[in-house]
């Protein structure tokens, strides 16, 4: 089946709001419209069946946020090591904060 190109206008915030909660779904924009195309003809109508919950919405963002936060996190620890920097780390196990230099060296925080 031949392909054609729909165009729309719509406001920057629309767009972006639509595009989170789409991330969250797992879709894209293009699939969005082909979902509610497809509906729309098969019920001959406006198919407005297909929310989601914002706690689950939220619980997702909040695990991506964390996701990053994790990353940026990591990095910033590989460019001090990398640079030979003393790193300020937290022993779970020993449930006690402690400074890492360059060499291994773990010097712990007494309270």
Known sequence: MA????TICIDESTKKEAEDVLDALGLN??????????????????????TIEQ?????K??????TLARKAVEGAI????????????YDV???Q?????ANGHREYCNE
């Open 61 to 66: 963002k909040a695990l991506k946020n964390q």
């Open 29 to 50: 924009m293009t699939d969005a419209i082909m979902v509610f195309l497809n509906e729309f003809i098969r019920m001959k109508g406006m198919p407005f069946d297909g």
């Open 93 to 95: 196990q020993r449930n």
């Open 55 to 59: 706690e689950s919405l939220t619980k």
């Open 3 to 6: 392909s054609t190109k729909i």
């Open 97 to 101: 904060p402690y400074i890492e230099f």
């Open 78 to 89: 590989f460019r001090k090591r990398e640079k030979g920097f003393p790193i300020a780390l």
